[in-house]
């Protein structure tokens, strides 16, 4: 009943026809049933304002001095006359105020300094503080949902990195990004323990920001508004055919993930819009894990001529097994935990088939195909008590520009391995097993590798 229960979690498809004949001769009759390929990519490493044609690596890299200037500015948009104090409460034990209003955010943003300096003009890019900026870099912002990680940490300490003194971060669960049957009542609440990281980060971070930005050293905010105070009209649904005020970004929103979620990048791109609009970044800070997010808001940024850069930083991962860091990894539990990494050991056999010289997509993804499933084989013949019920969704390879899928690659540009499974509910749990948070419920999880050029 196991083995039963795991060929009929994985999906079929046409697309990997060609892909799976050689694996299926190969292989055993339980392996004739193949996971469906779908396109995907991502522009989430282009700087649209100074190379829009041109692919750039993930690695974190000091500004160009051809870069755009940033200039921080007084917001544009006039603010409720309430002092900021309040409007706040702190996190504990550290000077972060948290904000619960847009009037008291924009307070907040609306004290920004008008004396930036271009990263162009700070010649030093290594300081003794290993800051690759000085002075005023304006207002940096990382939009999350909570359930902050190491992989959310990172991307705050990018911020500082570059020679900001004010971070906001917000903190929202967007109702908008989720489908009518998805997670979100279940989806991770940890708000103690958010404040705890960033008042631990605030420390950590607040000697090297004084070193980097003078005397008044770093500047850290959390944003945390109710559902309420983001949808002002009321909020307008989640059904495809909900009324409201929203932004779409097509095609790039509706491909991979937005084929799967049809509603959850306009959830993205609106939220994301109304938190530019409130905080006014110079820059915003992105985890390249979400690697479709990273194109959809890059696309609406320049699309819109909105006045910030978009930084994407690499995907954290854990040290031992490379699974990437998510908030709903906590849904796994130990079984679950133990078999997760395998889209990223799939991916990294596509990727290592590229290295070795293959720009075949059928040659790239059949290695990935083979890791799935030799793992699902491996689950099968487990004892119930034992294995682990997964579904691939899809392994992808696509233009790094387009998110079309691609037969070839194109050794000057690359390309964008991505994929998506879905770990089911243990089968069989035991007594006292670590199910993990709200018993173990559906995961879905996506990774990514960036094919860099050849060329």
């Not at 194109?295 to 940024?301: A, D, F, L, Q």
């Amino acid at each position: 009943m196991f083995a039963r229960a795991v060929r009929q979690h994985t999906t079929c498809a046409p697309r990997a026809a060609a892909a799976a004949a050689a694996a299926a001769a190969a292989a055993s009759s339980s392996r004739v049933c193949q996971p469906r390929f779908a396109p995907t990519s991502t522009t989430a490493l282009r700087n649209f304002a100074t190379t829009p044609n041109r692919h750039q690596s993930t690695s974190p890299a000091p500004v160009s001095p051809t870069s755009r200037r940033l200039i921080p500015r007084k917001l544009l948009i006039p603010i409720i006359d309430s002092e900021t104090s309040q409007l706040a409460e702190f996190v504990t034990d550290a000077p972060i105020p948290v904000f619960r209003t847009v009037a008291g955010v924009r307070q907040w943003a609306s004290e920004t300094s008008l004396g930036a300096k271009h990263p162009a003009e700070n010649n030093n890019h290594n300081n003794k503080n290993g800051h690759d900026d000085q002075g005023d870099q304006g207002i940096a912002l990382v939009p999350t949902m909570g359930a902050l990680h190491e992989g959310h940490l990172a991307l705050i300490r990018e911020a500082v990195r570059r020679g900001h003194d004010k971070v906001a971060v917000s903190i929202y669960v967007n109702p908008a990004q989720f489908g009518a049957n998805e997670d979100l009542d279940s989806y991770p609440k940890t708000w103690a323990r958010d404040c705890e990281a960033l008042r631990a980060l605030y420390e950590e971070l607040s000697p090297q920001a004084r070193g980097a930005a003078g005397a008044a050293g770093l500047q850290m905010a959390v944003f945390a508004p109710t559902t309420g105070e983001m949808y002002p009209s009321g909020f307008p649904g989640q059904e495809v055919d909900s009324k409201g005020s929203f932004v779409t970004v097509t095609p790039v929103g509706e491909l991979l993930e937005g084929a799967a979620r049809p509603t959850f990048f306009r959830g993205v791109a609106t939220v994301c819009m109304k938190l530019f609009n409130i905080v006014q970044p110079t820059r915003v800070f992105f985890g390249q894990k979400d690697v479709q997010q990273t194109v959809v808001i890059r696309k609406m940024v320049r699309d819109f001529h909105l006045p910030m850069d978009v930084v994407v930083v690499p995907t954290v991962r854990d040290e031992g097994d490379g699974l990437a860091l998510s908030s709903r990894n906590a849904y796994l539990g130990s079984r679950r935990r133990g078999v997760a990494p395998v889209l990223y050991r799939a991916l990294s056999a596509a990727e290592a088939a590229y290295v070795d010289g293959s720009l075949d997509a059928t040659e790239i993804l059949t290695a990935a195909l083979n890791v799935v499933l030799d793992t699902m084989e491996e689950q099968k013949n487990l004892p119930a008590k034992d294995g682990v019920l997964f579904k691939l969704d899809y392994i992808s390879l696509a233009d790094p520009d387009t998110l079309e899928e691609v037969d070839l690659v194109d050794p000057s540009k690359g390309a964008i391995l991505s994929g998506a499974v879905k770990m089911h509910p243990v089968y069989d749990p035991q007594e006292n097993e670590d199910l993990g948070d709200h018993d173990g419920p559906t995961v879905r999880l996506i990774d990514n590798i960036i094919l860099p050029p050849k060329a």
